[in-house]
């Protein structure tokens, strides 16, 4: 009976061509668990057909994975899998039976992944972290990203010299991968498959930033304002409006919201150049509650320059420029905002002010009430309350007088103590184009 009704279902799904879709899951991939750091990716590229599980249904997630390979994926992004040319083949370890012939010859064609000056392309070897960088680099729009977004890496050095511009523009456009320690690069190691996904999923995520050259043609519907919405994360802002499209969401230019110091902060041990790291301490949400980034998105900021402490009194300035949101997930995308003070930089306010110059009066009247007391009670003891009636003002008043006149406070800041951030441009945030 059960067979009859399994027959007559599979009978009525072919008569209506009808056929189930069934989502893949990271159960579908035999050596994925839902906690694996790039479950999601792999998940993806997967079901996108992008990469492929073995015989087995297995991913090989730690696996090298090869220069032939990582050409065929990359087609496959960029949509030119089934790109048409004539072979000119150049390489001397390239051969027409070679079952990624084609596909070597269409990257060569497109000028995506190049080979090695010795003439050989070698499909086989494992394709190293800085290489893809670089083809990355290679195939996105050109930009002329701060090198100094690579001084939070702590292998910094170890990044090639012909790839240093690369590495800073891959990061500036959040295309690149740092697993398992976030501030470590390792350009030098071999790419695994699962890092692999993660670029390439990334990649397929922000197209827009790719060259039109590289894409291949797709049909892309126009972008529409599907409902504007509203901000007001900060009070008196310029501008309260988030529109919401069909691909991603926009806090215009104008908005304010606020951000915490990722860490404790002393204005004079840093420099123009310096990059600083703020978090979102709490989601971000609109009025109407939509979610516009998560709790914990870092916003990174890079120091253009320090006004030093100077006479009377003029505390520290610092002037940053807010340039990237990053996502927990690692995912970035370009800002350009500023501190939302009175004069849009970071100082030290006028009850810090009002402290110094009272600690100057009070520690100067007590030295002067002391050196009064002394002068009067060492002739005459009995004098000793107009020593104390003399000296103390005199000290204050040369304690305040100097608390006036001398150098400001350098600007400091406890990790999690919170700064406004005025946007200067539109943010993009969740780009499903880019």
Request: net charge neutral.
């Amino acid at each position: 009976m059960k067979k009859l009704l399994v027959s007559l279902l599979v009978t009525c799904l072919l008569s209506f061509n009808i056929s189930p879709v069934l989502a893949l899951t990271v159960g579908d991939i035999r050596d994925i668990s839902s906690g694996y750091w790039a479950s999601k990716e792999i998940v993806e590229v997967v079901s996108d057909e992008i990469m492929y599980t073995d015989g087995t249904g297995r991913f090989n997630p730690e696996a090298d994975i090869t220069r032939a390979e990582f050409v065929t994926a990359l087609l496959k992004v960029l949509n030119n899998a089934n790109l048409a040319v004539v072979p000119n083949n150049n390489y001397l370890d390239i051969i027409p039976s070679d079952p990624y012939y084609n596909d070597i010859m269409r990257s060569d064609s497109l000028d995506l992944v190049h080979g090695y000056p010795d003439g050989n392309f070698r499909p086989n070897q494992a394709m190293l972290r800085s290489e893809c960088v670089a083809v990355i680099s290679h195939i996105t729009k050109d930009a002329t990203p701060s090198l100094a977004i690579l001084n939070q890496f702590g292998d910094r050095e170890a990044i090639p010299n012909w790839d240093i511009n690369q590495y800073a523009k891959t990061i500036t456009y959040g295309i690149y991968v740092n697993h398992p320690d976030t501030n470590m690069l390792e350009p030098n190691r071999n790419l695994t498959r699962a890092e692999a996904a993660v670029i390439l999923y990334r990649l397929k995520q922000k197209l827009g930033y790719v060259k039109p050259e590289y894409v291949g043609k797709q049909e892309v519907p126009a972008e529409t304002v599907i409902r504007t919405e509203h901000l007001h994360a900060v009070k008196n802002t310029p501008n309260d409006k988030v529109k919401i499209t069909n691909y991603r969401q926009i806090i215009e230019r104008g908005n304010a919201f606020v951000v915490a110091f990722d860490e404790k902060f002393l204005s004079k041990q840093h420099k123009a150049g310096d990059i600083v790291n703020f978090v979102l301490p709490q989601a971000l949400y609109t009025d109407e509650g939509t979610k516009l980034l998560p709790a914990g998105t870092r916003i990174v900021a890079e120091i253009l320059k320090i006004d030093k402490p100077r006479c009377c009194n003029k505390n520290a300035r610092v002037h940053l420029i807010f340039n990237r949101i990053v996502m927990p997930d690692g995912t970035s995308s370009y800002m350009a905002g500023k501190p939302f003070t009175s004069d849009y930089t970071l100082k030290e306010g006028p009850w810090m002010t009002f402290w110094k110059v009272f600690a100057s009066t009070i520690g100067f009247g007590a030295i002067g009430g002391g050196a009064g007391a002394g002068f009067a009670f060492i002739p005459n003891p009995a004098k000793l309350g107009v020593g104390l009636g003399v000296g103390i003002p005199v000290g204050c008043a040369i304690g305040l007088i100097t608390g006036l006149i001398t150098p400001g406070l350098n600007y400091r800041a406890k990790k999690g103590e919170l700064v406004p951030v005025l946007l200067l441009d539109d943010a993009s945030i969740n780009d499903t184009r880019n």
